[in-house]
């Protein structure tokens, strides 16, 4: 009765695919046998990224693109002949205090975070309604959403804007696109591993105060989150849509 995760013959794209979470879900999916399409600003980062990925004998195909750019996205999405998993993973954070937000960071994080978020999952839609079987054989789109949008945080005052308004895109998305087989949800990590999170955790006080409120007393590895990214992309999550799959250690049930 228990289902494997099998992403053979299935198409994913993976935003913000050069490093980090991006990085790690891309390989994830490519080892559960999917063809992954990835996407970043840094073309050095997909050619070690592609490089991981044969090794593994996955397959990968990599373009440079800013998701910001949406005639980027449209360009990209021509080239492929089918897409059956989007991974929405691009963002970022710069922390500051509520009464000190930089009106350029509040605007290109908010452009990034969700402008973008909302361009590339609206895009990928319509190239996924393009396939005639679509409804037979199903569709995911998983949205790299954040503790951060369930709970609020000082310093986190835009980012949690931001991934707020992801988990409601989710669950609205989830709803329309329901009758096509087209599920979508949304990872909803706490800090994990990466190097954003290690240029945080230069301060060593923020870092104390992040795991305190961490109920198993550690961060996330990529891993966890990738293979929960992975967990929603197949059939092994199939009645699953419209929901957020927390890896937090416990942060939100306190």
């Known amino acids: 009765m228990l289902k494997k995760i ?26 559960a046998g ?13 050619i070690k990224v592609a490089k991981i990925i044969k090794k593994t004998k996955g397959s990968s195909k990599a373009f440079v693109c800013d998701v910001t ?50 361009n590339v999952a609206q895009l990928c839609s319509q190239k996924m309604l393009k396939a005639k079987n679509r409804k037979k054989i199903g569709g995911s789109i998983i949205h790299m959403s954040s503790q951060l949008g369930k709970v ?22 989830a709803v329309e696109l329901a009758p096509y087989n087209i599920r979508v949800n949304t990872v909803c990590p706490t800090f994990v591993e990466t190097p954003m ?9 923020f870092k104390s105060q992040m795991l305190d409120n961490i109920p198993l007393g550690r961060v996330a590895k990529e891993s966890d989150v990738a293979t929960a990214v992975a967990f929603l992309a197949g059939d092994t999550s199939e009645m699953i849509t419209g929901t957020s799959l927390v890896v937090d250690g416990g942060w939100t049930a306190k």
């Open 197 to 205: 999170v290690k240029k945080f955790f230069k301060n060593k006080k």
């Open 34 to 46: 999917a063809k992954v399409i990835i996407l970043s600003r840094t073309k050095s980062d997909l």
């Open 152 to 173: 609020g945080c000082e310093g986190r005052n835009v980012y949690n804007m931001n991934k707020f308004g992801v988990e409601g895109l989710a669950r609205a998305m």
């Open 69 to 118: 750019d949406t005639e980027e996205i449209k360009n990209i999405l021509k080239k492929i002949t089918r897409l059956d998993i989007l991974v929405n993973n691009a963002g970022n954070n710069r922390p500051e205090h509520f009464t000190k937000v930089k009106r350029e960071n509040m605007e290109y994080l908010t452009n990034l975070n969700m402008k973008a978020a909302f």
């Open 6 to 31: 099998n992403l053979k013959n299935k198409i994913a794209l993976v935003t913000g695919a050069g490093k980090g979470l991006g990085k790690a879900c891309s390989i994830a999916l490519a080892e």
